[in-house]
């Protein structure tokens, strides 16, 4: 059996919790207000911001045994920088205060940030593969859906503007899907195996968080 078949297997229950959350089933079915979707935009755009950071912290750390891998994280950093400023672009389409780069994320956002950079540079650098695992099996997954409940549940289309990160992670992030797999398989390592399982673990309970009491609607409350 593959490593990536492991890590589906022994994350499941973890992504399958977030399924269940009662604002993400809400999310998915019936979308959100217009403040709710610029709070999780809000949050959503410190996530992006530190995405790359990340993986560059993680490839610095790769030796030679990790090669492939390090030149996996070089070859997405150039996908994927810039995308944060497609969230600045998805709230400011929908009226919201496109000055978040100082603002302070919710609790869960910081946790699970915090986290990603501390497993990348102080336990192993393949726990990065946990956070990219975790992300992009929300994006194509999710974020499809998200967006059309979301686009109804405000009363616009979703190529009107708003939309963009979500609609275009929901198709990009299935490619590097399999790209992931592919790379995952590669792993042998039972401490690289080890680091990644935990990784996936913890990014599927913070961003789950994401949707209790302490994650995006706390800005509402501000």
């Keep these: 059996m593959s490593f990536f078949i492991t890590l589906v297997e022994r994350s499941d229950t973890s992504r399958r919790a977030i399924e269940a959350a009662p ?3 809400a999310m998915i079915h019936k979308g959100l207000s217009l403040p709710e979707y610029r709070a999780f935009l809000r949050d959503l755009y410190h996530i ?3 995405f790359c ?3 560059a912290v993680a490839a610095a750390r790769c030796d030679d045994s990790l090669r492939n891998i390090r030149y996996e994280l070089y070859e997405r950093i150039e996908e994927e920088k810039g995308h944060e400023d497609w969230v600045l672009e998805d709230i400011a389409a929908v009226g919201g205060e496109t000055d978040v780069r100082a603002a302070t994320p919710s609790a869960p956002v910081q946790a699970m940030i915090g986290y990603n950079y501390y497993a990348s540079e102080r336990v192993h650098p393949c726990s990065v593969l946990g956070m990219l695992y975790v992300l992009e099996v929300i ?3 999710y974020g499809g859906k998200a967006a059309d409940s979301i686009a ?3 009363g616009r289309e979703t190529g009107a503007g708003g939309f963009r990160f979500l609609s275009s992670h ?3 992030d299935a ?3 399999a790209k992931l797999n592919v790379l995952l398989k590669t792993v042998g390592d039972p401490a690289a195996q080890a680091a990644i399982i935990e990784a996936t673990q913890v990014n599927f309970h913070q ?12 800005h509402l409350r501000r």
């Design 48 to 50: 992006v911001w530190h």
């Design 23 to 25: 604002r993400v089933q």
């Design 207 to 218: 961003f789950g968080q994401l949707f209790c009491d302490g994650g995006f609607v706390s």
């Design 53 to 55: 950071p990340i993986m």
């Design 175 to 177: 490619v590097h899907m």
């Design 152 to 154: 109804r549940a405000i």
């Design 170 to 172: 929901a198709t990009m």
């Design 139 to 141: 994006a194509s997954v």
